[in-house]
C-alpha cells in the first residue's frame, strides 16, 4: 500500500511538473519581465520603451490575448547600473516565473544581465542595445535593432559622402562599452573608407567639464568631431566646444536620441549636427504614423528610437509564442531565432544567425532643436 501511494505520488507530482513546465506562469496569463533605467540619469532609456512595450502588451489583450491567455508585464527599474540590472532579471527568472524578459536600452546593462537569461534559458530580447557582444551571449539573447558595425559604416558613408569630410577627430565615453565600441569600429571604417581620425579623446559619463579634450581637439583641427556618447553629455559637450571657438559640425550615433539632448543652450550649440538611429517621426508610413497617433494619446508625448523599438520588440516575442503554440521558454527561442521579415513599426525584422536584426538605419539633422529626417541607409 506504501509503494502504491508512493509510486502514485511520483506520478502526480511528474504530472504536474510537466504541467507547469510546459506552462510556465501558467494560470491564465503568460508573464513576461521587463527591465529598464525608469529612474537615474538615462531615465527617458527606460520610460521610453516601458511605454512603447505597454502599447503592444494593451494591443495583444484587447485582441484576445495569446494562446487563450492574457499577456501580463513584470517590470523592473535597474536605475541605470549594471548590477541592479542582474539583480531584477534575477528575480524576474527565479521569483516572478516569467517566460520571457525584454531589455535593456544601454548595452552595457544588456550585457550585465543577458547571462542570467543565458544560464537560465529564458529568452531575452533587448530592443535597443547595438553593441554585437550582447547577443554574443549566447543562443538566448536577440535583438530587434541594428548592431554598432553597422552604424559605424553608415557613420562613415555620411561623413563622407554627405559631410564631405575627411579629417574626424573622436570624443568617446570611456565608461561606456556603446560608446568604446562604436568608437572603434568608427575609427576602422573611417580608415578604410581613405579618412583619417585625427585625434582621440574620452571622457566618462556624468563629467562637468569637457574643456581640456576640447582644446586638445581643437588643435588638431577637425573638419567634423564624432561623439559617439549618450545624450545626457552631448548637450553639454556640444556647449562647451562653441565655447571654445570650435564651429564644425558634430555627429553622433543612436544614443544622441532623446528629447532632452536639445534642452537650454544645446539647442543652438548642436544646430546643424547629426545622428545616426532607428527611425524618423517623419517617415510617412502609415505603420509609424498610426504608431505615433496612439503612442501620443495615451502619453501626451512623443515616442522616441526606444519607443518604436520596444513595442517591435514586444510584438515580435508575441508571434513567437503564437508560432510555438505553448510558452516553453525552449520553443519561444527557437520560434524568434525563425523570424522572418516581420512587419514592425521599425521596419521589415529579420533575425539573423547572430540572432541580431538586419534592417537599414536613418540620418537625422538638428535643426531648431527638432530631429529632421536626412536619409537612410540601407544594410
Ligand atoms: N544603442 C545604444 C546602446 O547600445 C542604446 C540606445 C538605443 C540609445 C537607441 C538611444 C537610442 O547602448
Keep these: 500500500?506504501?509503494?502504491?501511494?508512493?509510486?502514485s505520488f511520483v506520478a502526480i507530482a511528474a504530472i504536474v511538473f510537466t504541467f507547469s513546465a510546459c506552462n510556465k506562469g501558467s494560470g491564465d496569463e503568460i508573464l513576461i519581465g521587463e527591465y529598464g533605467s525608469l529612474t537615474g540619469s538615462e531615465a527617458t532609456f527606460g520610460i521610453s520603451s516601458t511605454n512603447g512595450l505597454k502599447l503592444a502588451v494593451e494591443e495583444i489583450n484587447s485582441s484576445g490575448g495569446l494562446l487563450g491567455k492574457k499577456v501580463k508585464l513584470i517590470t523592473y527599474d535597474d536605475q541605470g547600473k549594471p548590477s541592479e540590472a542582474q539583480t531584477v532579471v534575477q528575480r524576474l527568472i527565479k521569483n516572478d516565473n516569467v517566460v520571457a524578459v525584454i531589455g535593456e536600452v544601454a548595452s552595457s546593462r544588456s550585457k550585465a544581465a543577458a547571462p542570467k537569461c543565458q544560464e537560465n534559458k529564458i529568452p531575452m530580447i533587448t530592443p535597443a542595445s547595438t553593441n554585437p557582444e550582447v547577443t554574443a551571449i549566447g543562443d538566448y539573447i536577440f535583438r530587434v535593432c541594428f548592431i554598432d558595425p553597422f552604424q559605424a559604416t553608415v557613420l562613415t558613408k555620411f561623413a563622407i559622402n554627405s559631410l564631405k569630410v575627411k579629417k574626424v577627430a573622436?570624443?568617446?565615453?570611456?565608461?561606456?562599452?556603446?560608446?568604446?565600441?562604436?568608437?572603434?569600429?568608427f575609427e576602422k571604417e573611417f580608415k578604410a573608407a581613405g579618412g583619417e581620425i585625427v585625434e582621440i579623446q574620452s571622457y566618462s559619463a556624468g563629467d562637468k567639464d569637457f574643456k581640456a579634450q576640447l582644446t586638445a581637439i581643437k588643435s588638431r583641427n577637425p573638419e567634423a568631431i564624432f561623439i559617439p556618447g549618450y545624450y545626457t553629455d552631448v548637450g553639454l559637450i556640444a556647449i562647451q566646444a562653441r565655447e571654445i571657438g570650435i564651429t564644425v559640425p558634430l555627429?553622433?550615433?543612436d544614443g544622441w536620441e532623446s528629447e532632452k539632448l536639445t534642452e537650454g543652450k544645446a539647442k543652438d550649440a548642436l544646430e546643424g549636427c547629426y545622428f545616426s538611429t532607428h527611425v524618423s517621426t517623419?517617415?510617412?508610413?502609415?505603420?509609424?504614423?498610426n504608431f505615433i497617433k496612439k503612442y501620443k494619446e495615451k502619453y501626451n508625448m512623443m515616442p522616441d528610437a526606444m519607443s518604436f523599438l520596444a513595442y517591435d520588440a514586444g510584438m515580435i516575442l508575441f508571434d513567437a509564442i503564437k508560432r510555438a503554440g505553448v510558452t516553453e521558454p525552449e520553443k519561444i527561442k527557437n520560434e524568434l531565432a525563425k523570424t522572418v521579415n516581420f512587419a514592425g513599426v521599425t521596419g521589415k525584422i529579420s533575425i539573423n544567425e547572430q540572432r541580431n536584426a538586419v534592417k537599414p538605419a536613418v540620418i537625422l539633422e538638428i535643426k531648431g532643436g527638432l530631429f529632421k529626417y536626412k536619409e537612410t541607409v540601407q544594410p
Design 1 to 7: 500500500m506504501k509503494k502504491l501511494l508512493l509510486s
Design 170 to 185: 573622436i570624443l568617446k565615453d570611456v565608461k561606456n562599452a556603446y560608446s568604446t565600441g562604436l568608437a572603434d569600429f
Design 251 to 253: 555627429f553622433g550615433g
Design 282 to 289: 517623419e517617415n510617412p508610413d502609415p505603420a509609424v504614423q
